[in-house]
Protein backbone atom coordinates (compact mmCIF):
# COMPACT_ATOMS: atom_id res chain seq x y z
CA UNK A 1 0.00 0.00 0.00
CA UNK A 2 1.26 3.60 -0.76
CA UNK A 3 1.26 6.29 1.46
CA UNK A 4 0.89 10.36 1.48
CA UNK A 5 1.67 13.33 3.79
CA UNK A 6 -0.98 15.74 4.09
CA UNK A 7 -1.01 18.57 5.83
CA UNK A 8 -4.17 20.64 5.82
CA UNK A 9 -4.22 24.68 6.66
CA UNK A 10 -6.37 26.48 8.78
CA UNK A 11 -10.44 26.03 7.72
CA UNK A 12 -9.88 23.12 5.71
CA UNK A 13 -9.01 20.48 9.17
CA UNK A 14 -12.65 21.23 9.54
CA UNK A 15 -13.15 18.31 7.37
CA UNK A 16 -11.02 16.20 9.25
CA UNK A 17 -12.20 14.28 12.59
CA UNK A 18 -11.35 16.21 15.35
CA UNK A 19 -8.40 14.04 16.76
CA UNK A 20 -6.57 14.43 12.88
CA UNK A 21 -7.10 18.31 13.13
CA UNK A 22 -3.76 20.45 13.33
CA UNK A 23 -1.25 18.22 12.93
CA UNK A 24 0.38 15.84 9.38
CA UNK A 25 -1.62 12.69 8.47
CA UNK A 26 -0.26 9.83 6.98
CA UNK A 27 -3.13 8.37 4.16
CA UNK A 28 -2.75 5.21 2.66
CA UNK A 29 -3.87 4.88 -0.82
CA UNK A 30 -3.57 2.45 -4.10
CA UNK A 31 -3.35 3.71 -7.82
CA UNK A 32 -2.47 7.22 -9.10
CA UNK A 33 -5.18 8.97 -7.79
CA UNK A 34 -5.56 12.96 -8.90
CA UNK A 35 -5.04 15.41 -5.79
CA UNK A 36 -8.55 16.19 -6.22
CA UNK A 37 -9.76 12.42 -5.59
CA UNK A 38 -7.34 11.92 -3.07
CA UNK A 39 -8.27 15.37 -1.07
CA UNK A 40 -11.82 14.57 -1.72
CA UNK A 41 -10.92 11.03 0.18
CA UNK A 42 -10.52 12.89 3.43
CA UNK A 43 -13.52 14.83 3.02
CA UNK A 44 -12.17 18.33 1.34
CA UNK A 45 -13.97 19.14 -1.29
CA UNK A 46 -12.16 20.77 -4.34
CA UNK A 47 -13.97 24.27 -4.14
CA UNK A 48 -12.51 25.29 -0.91
CA UNK A 49 -9.30 24.33 -2.10
CA UNK A 50 -7.35 27.69 -2.59
CA UNK A 51 -3.24 26.67 -3.29
CA UNK A 52 -1.99 22.71 -3.67
CA UNK A 53 1.15 22.47 -3.30
CA UNK A 54 2.68 18.52 -4.28
CA UNK A 55 6.18 18.35 -3.32
CA UNK A 56 6.47 21.81 -2.39
CA UNK A 57 5.13 22.76 -5.84
CA UNK A 58 1.96 24.06 -6.82
CA UNK A 59 -0.17 22.10 -9.07
CA UNK A 60 -3.55 21.44 -10.38
CA UNK A 61 -6.35 19.19 -8.87
CA UNK A 62 -5.62 16.96 -12.32
CA UNK A 63 -1.52 16.34 -10.59
CA UNK A 64 -1.48 12.69 -9.53
CA UNK A 65 0.16 11.85 -6.40
CA UNK A 66 2.24 9.20 -6.03
CA UNK A 67 3.69 6.80 -3.38
CA UNK A 68 5.70 9.30 -0.70
CA UNK A 69 4.58 12.50 -2.03
CA UNK A 70 3.88 15.52 0.08
CA UNK A 71 0.71 17.34 0.29
CA UNK A 72 -0.30 20.99 1.75
CA UNK A 73 -3.05 22.37 1.25
CA UNK A 74 -4.70 25.68 1.59
CA UNK A 75 -7.66 27.84 1.98
CA UNK A 76 -8.34 30.90 0.19
CA UNK A 77 -6.88 34.00 1.88
CA UNK A 78 -3.95 32.62 3.41
CA UNK A 79 -0.62 34.06 3.86
CA UNK A 80 0.66 32.71 1.21
CA UNK A 81 1.77 34.86 -2.03
CA UNK A 82 1.42 32.93 -5.30
CA UNK A 83 1.00 34.27 -8.73
CA UNK A 84 -3.13 33.83 -9.78
CA UNK A 85 -1.54 30.82 -11.75
CA UNK A 86 -0.79 29.06 -9.59
CA UNK A 87 -3.70 28.69 -7.75
CA UNK A 88 -6.52 26.12 -7.93
CA UNK A 89 -9.30 26.72 -10.20
CA UNK A 90 -10.33 29.93 -12.32
CA UNK A 91 -10.61 33.18 -10.31
CA UNK A 92 -13.78 34.13 -8.59
CA UNK A 93 -16.57 36.12 -10.95
CA UNK A 94 -16.07 40.01 -10.65
CA UNK A 95 -19.58 39.95 -9.51
CA UNK A 96 -20.42 37.53 -6.75
CA UNK A 97 -23.93 35.29 -7.98
CA UNK A 98 -24.72 32.38 -5.70
CA UNK A 99 -27.09 29.79 -5.98
CA UNK A 100 -28.02 27.88 -2.41
CA UNK A 101 -28.68 24.27 -1.92
CA UNK A 102 -32.53 23.82 0.00
CA UNK A 103 -31.49 23.74 3.12
CA UNK A 104 -30.25 26.94 3.28
CA UNK A 105 -33.45 29.17 2.48
CA UNK A 106 -32.97 31.73 5.44
CA UNK A 107 -29.21 32.36 4.07
CA UNK A 108 -30.56 33.09 0.56
CA UNK A 109 -33.13 35.21 2.16
CA UNK A 110 -30.11 37.41 3.78
CA UNK A 111 -27.60 37.29 0.83
CA UNK A 112 -30.62 38.99 -1.28
CA UNK A 113 -31.34 41.74 2.10
CA UNK A 114 -28.04 42.62 1.30
CA UNK A 115 -28.65 42.94 -2.30
CA UNK A 116 -26.54 40.04 -3.81
CA UNK A 117 -27.89 38.01 -6.68
CA UNK A 118 -28.66 34.24 -4.57
CA UNK A 119 -30.91 31.52 -6.40
CA UNK A 120 -33.18 29.46 -3.96
CA UNK A 121 -35.92 26.78 -4.05
CA UNK A 122 -36.82 25.18 -1.89
CA UNK A 123 -37.32 21.57 -4.39
CA UNK A 124 -34.36 22.36 -6.77
CA UNK A 125 -32.52 19.02 -6.97
CA UNK A 126 -28.62 18.68 -6.50
CA UNK A 127 -27.77 18.03 -10.51
CA UNK A 128 -29.83 21.17 -10.97
CA UNK A 129 -28.37 22.90 -8.40
CA UNK A 130 -24.55 21.82 -9.82
CA UNK A 131 -25.52 22.95 -13.57
CA UNK A 132 -26.60 26.15 -12.55
CA UNK A 133 -23.20 26.56 -10.34
CA UNK A 134 -20.99 25.51 -13.32
CA UNK A 135 -23.36 26.97 -16.35
CA UNK A 136 -23.97 30.41 -14.98
CA UNK A 137 -20.73 31.13 -12.72
CA UNK A 138 -22.54 30.91 -9.04
CA UNK A 139 -20.99 29.85 -6.06
CA UNK A 140 -22.65 26.87 -4.78
CA UNK A 141 -23.20 27.50 -0.82
CA UNK A 142 -24.67 24.11 0.56
CA UNK A 143 -24.01 22.03 3.49
CA UNK A 144 -23.88 18.92 1.60
CA UNK A 145 -20.61 17.64 0.69
CA UNK A 146 -21.61 15.09 -1.74
CA UNK A 147 -23.05 17.92 -4.08
CA UNK A 148 -19.99 20.34 -3.25
CA UNK A 149 -17.58 17.70 -4.42
CA UNK A 150 -19.58 17.35 -7.89
CA UNK A 151 -16.66 17.49 -10.74
CA UNK A 152 -18.98 20.32 -12.14
CA UNK A 153 -18.79 22.84 -9.67
CA UNK A 154 -16.10 24.71 -9.54
CA UNK A 155 -16.84 28.06 -6.94
CA UNK A 156 -18.73 26.69 -3.73
CA UNK A 157 -18.36 26.77 -0.11
CA UNK A 158 -19.42 24.87 2.70
CA UNK A 159 -20.67 27.07 5.75
CA UNK A 160 -19.49 25.92 8.72
CA UNK A 161 -22.07 27.42 11.38
CA UNK A 162 -25.39 25.84 11.27
CA UNK A 163 -26.97 29.10 12.53
CA UNK A 164 -28.15 31.52 9.48
CA UNK A 165 -27.14 35.10 10.62
CA UNK A 166 -23.22 33.17 11.46
CA UNK A 167 -23.30 31.63 7.86
CA UNK A 168 -23.97 34.82 6.43
CA UNK A 169 -20.60 36.25 8.10
CA UNK A 170 -18.76 33.63 7.05
CA UNK A 171 -19.59 34.01 3.91
CA UNK A 172 -19.13 37.52 3.63
CA UNK A 173 -16.07 37.18 4.91
CA UNK A 174 -15.05 34.66 2.54
CA UNK A 175 -16.47 36.17 -1.00
CA UNK A 176 -15.42 39.81 0.85
CA UNK A 177 -19.24 40.86 0.47
CA UNK A 178 -18.96 44.14 2.11
CA UNK A 179 -17.93 46.25 -0.69
CA UNK A 180 -20.57 44.92 -2.98
CA UNK A 181 -24.12 44.89 -0.72
CA UNK A 182 -26.32 47.05 -1.96
CA UNK A 183 -28.89 46.43 0.80
CA UNK A 184 -32.48 46.35 0.22
CA UNK A 185 -32.59 46.41 -3.65
CA UNK A 186 -33.73 42.85 -4.27
CA UNK A 187 -37.46 41.30 -3.65
CA UNK A 188 -36.43 38.96 -0.45
CA UNK A 189 -38.95 36.24 -1.77
CA UNK A 190 -37.74 35.84 -5.69
CA UNK A 191 -34.54 37.43 -6.43
CA UNK A 192 -35.84 40.35 -8.33
CA UNK A 193 -33.80 43.69 -8.37
CA UNK A 194 -36.40 46.48 -7.01
CA UNK A 195 -37.70 49.48 -8.67
CA UNK A 196 -39.06 52.60 -6.66
CA UNK A 197 -42.62 53.48 -6.68
CA UNK A 198 -44.72 56.52 -5.38
CA UNK A 199 -47.69 56.09 -3.06
CA UNK A 200 -50.16 56.56 -5.83
CA UNK A 201 -48.21 53.57 -7.62
CA UNK A 202 -48.88 51.02 -4.96
CA UNK A 203 -52.48 52.73 -3.44
CA UNK A 204 -55.03 49.50 -2.80
CA UNK A 205 -51.55 47.28 -2.88
CA UNK A 206 -50.88 48.00 0.93
CA UNK A 207 -52.63 47.95 4.37
CA UNK A 208 -54.24 51.19 4.93
CA UNK A 209 -52.05 52.25 7.97
CA UNK A 210 -48.90 51.53 5.58
CA UNK A 211 -50.27 53.98 3.04
CA UNK A 212 -50.75 56.78 5.44
CA UNK A 213 -47.77 56.15 7.20
CA UNK A 214 -45.20 56.08 4.53
CA UNK A 215 -44.67 57.78 1.26
CA UNK A 216 -41.70 55.76 -0.16
CA UNK A 217 -42.05 52.00 -1.88
CA UNK A 218 -40.45 49.77 -3.58
CA UNK A 219 -41.99 47.38 -5.69
CA UNK A 220 -40.91 43.99 -7.59
CA UNK A 221 -41.52 43.45 -11.10
CA UNK A 222 -41.01 39.81 -10.81
CA UNK A 223 -43.46 38.54 -7.83
CA UNK A 224 -45.38 42.08 -7.58
CA UNK A 225 -44.58 42.31 -3.63
CA UNK A 226 -44.62 45.91 -2.44
CA UNK A 227 -41.80 46.75 0.03
CA UNK A 228 -41.87 49.71 2.26
CA UNK A 229 -39.43 51.05 5.35
CA UNK A 230 -41.18 49.43 8.29
CA UNK A 231 -40.10 47.61 12.13
CA UNK A 232 -38.24 45.13 10.01
CA UNK A 233 -35.97 47.47 8.34
CA UNK A 234 -34.00 48.65 11.12
CA UNK A 235 -33.29 45.77 12.22
CA UNK A 236 -31.97 44.76 8.95
CA UNK A 237 -29.83 48.06 8.96
CA UNK A 238 -28.40 46.86 12.17
CA UNK A 239 -27.42 43.81 10.54
CA UNK A 240 -25.82 45.18 7.47
CA UNK A 241 -23.98 47.64 9.74
CA UNK A 242 -22.54 44.68 11.93
CA UNK A 243 -21.50 43.16 8.63
CA UNK A 244 -19.69 46.01 7.68
CA UNK A 245 -17.86 46.14 10.72
CA UNK A 246 -16.93 42.57 10.50
CA UNK A 247 -15.69 42.57 7.16
CA UNK A 248 -13.72 46.09 7.48
Not at 28 to 56: M, N, R, W
Not at 110 to 133: I, Q, V
Not at 163 to 179: G, K, M, N, T, Y
Request: aromatic content about 6%.
Amino acid sequence: MKRVTVRLDGALADFLAPAQRGAELTHAFGGSPSVKDLLESLGVPHPELDVVLLDGQPVGLEARVEDGSRIAAYPAFTQLELPAQQRVGPPLPGEPRFVVDVGLGRLAGLLRMLGLDALWRNDAKDAELARLSSSERRILLTRDLGLLKRSEVVHGYFPRATDPSHQLIEVARRFRLAERMRPFSRCLACNTLLQPAALEEVQGRVPPRVAQSFQRFNTCPGCERVFWEGSHHARMERVVQRLRELSG
